[in-house]
């Protein structure tokens, strides 16, 4: 079985009798007379296909009863070949066979009678679809609405959420998913280093933005994990700045937070660069307080924890350093200097699925640890982020080969390393 495979039959575990799951791929949405954005697969489709084109979908039907079988099949979009010499190739039954696993192909326009016999036969009762939604005011993904239009077709089904099911699922990653997670943190490091060497005071933000996006892309990455944020001085204290449009100037920090992504799967990497070569010694002594809370959560990480028991020893490192520099008195006053949390999951979403029942980290699962102090006052911005992977007894650090230290990044920056 391929790692497409293996997770289908997972799923199917988890299903009930007498249920399909049904999850598409997506669609182009359109943003001008003629063109559409970037297209993104359905990040559960492609977990469970290994598939990231438009106009695809993926039926699971779990068997009710001892005489039916369990059976898989995947609806491709059927090439013609007079639109294919305007928009590129399609995939072939072949090939998504080939990469998939699943030897059921078939064409997207007899999905829908496909469907109608499963649920007209009373073999389907249940309908898994994704049904996420992040807060009341979203707009429907491409799936809530194909659930939608299913329950006003077939409103006796009893429908169930999917995406708590395969998100449980994607926590854990397999030893596939952990070399192209490895090989996104390799791309990311080498770029780093080629920023750390370009960079210099007059530069704009956007140049060493740029810098690092052609070295992934040469490197062989998909793209940018996320938008990159490169924000110098007082743009360095804003978490999500994504205009990269100042000049950097001599005497600032920019704290760069960016990721490749590799074959769908993303790092998610933060350093903090002094962009004339050297740290002040204020910056030097608040950066020191940032990276002994990354160490320390570093350390800490193993399985049982959790990512709030990570955040408190993370605010707890971080406080007794500003407590011991005479910036606060106390450790509740750290909130005014940092206000995020030290860990996320990542994977084939920076931001990767959580199911809210798993509350503790597992052997397989990857974590960031990004610790950051923020003081507007002085407009010093600083966050380390690296990459962990939870193993059986503590952590491996994905990103443990890219400099961290002030000493490693200033050696970078006089050529000297």
Request: glycine share 8%.
């Amino acid at each position: 079985m391929n790692e497409y495979t293996a997770r289908r039959s997972a799923l199917l575990e988890k299903m009930e009798a007498g249920s399909m799951l049904l999850l598409y791929s997506g669609e182009t949405v359109p943003c001008s007379l003629d063109e559409g954005y970037a297209f993104e697969a359905n990040r559960n489709f492609f977990y469970l296909t290994g598939l990231r084109r438009e106009n695809m979908a993926l039926a699971m039907v779990k068997a009710g009863t001892e005489d039916l079988k369990d059976h898989i099949v995947l609806f491709i979009e059927e090439a013609v070949p007079s639109m294919e010499r305007w928009t590129g190739k399609r995939v072939t039954k072949e090939e998504a066979i080939a990469i998939t696993g699943i030897q059921d192909v078939r064409f997207i326009d007899s999905l829908d009678g496909f469907i109608g016999r499963c649920i007209n036969r009373e073999v389907v009762e249940t309908l898994y679809m994704e049904c996420y939604r992040d807060a009341k005011s979203d707009v429907d993904s491409y799936n809530m609405r194909k659930a939608k239009e299913m329950m006003a077709a077939y409103p006796t089904l009893a429908l169930k959420n999917a995406f708590p099911v395969i998100a449980g699922m994607r926590m854990v990653k397999d030893e596939s998913e952990i070399a192209l997670m490895q090989k996104a943190v390799d791309l990311t490091g080498e770029a780093l280093t080629r920023v750390l060497k370009t960079l210099k005071p007059g530069m704009m933000e956007y140049q060493a933005q740029a810098e690092f996006e052609y070295a992934i892309r040469m490197g062989g990455a998909d793209g940018t994990a996320f938008a990159t944020i490169a924000g110098s001085g007082i743009n360095g204290c804003m978490l999500h700045y994504g205009t990269n449009h100042c000049e950097m100037k001599d005497g600032s920090l920019l704290l760069l937070d960016l990721g490749a992504k590799y074959k769908g799967y993303c790092a998610d990497i933060t350093r903090t660069y002094p962009v004339g070569g050297k740290y002040t010694e204020r910056q030097k002594q608040i950066y020191d307080i940032v990276l002994a809370a990354n160490r320390a959560v570093k350390e800490a990480a193993k399985p049982g924890m959790t990512t709030a028991e990570l955040n408190d020893i993370c605010k707890k490192k971080l406080a007794e350093g500003l407590i011991a520099i005479g910036k606060i008195t106390s450790e509740e006053e750290i909130g005014t200097y940092y206000m995020h949390g030290v860990a996320h999951h990542l994977g084939i979403d920076t931001h990767d699925a959580v199911d809210p029942h798993t509350g503790k980290l597992a052997p397989g699962m990857v974590i960031t640890n990004e610790p950051g102090l923020y003081i507007d006052e002085e407009e010093i911005g600083i966050r380390i982020e690296d990459d962990l992977l939870i193993t059986e007894d503590g952590c491996i650090e994905l990103s443990a080969h890219i400099a961290r230290t002030t000493q490693e990044i200033e050696a970078i920056m006089a050529g000297i390393a």
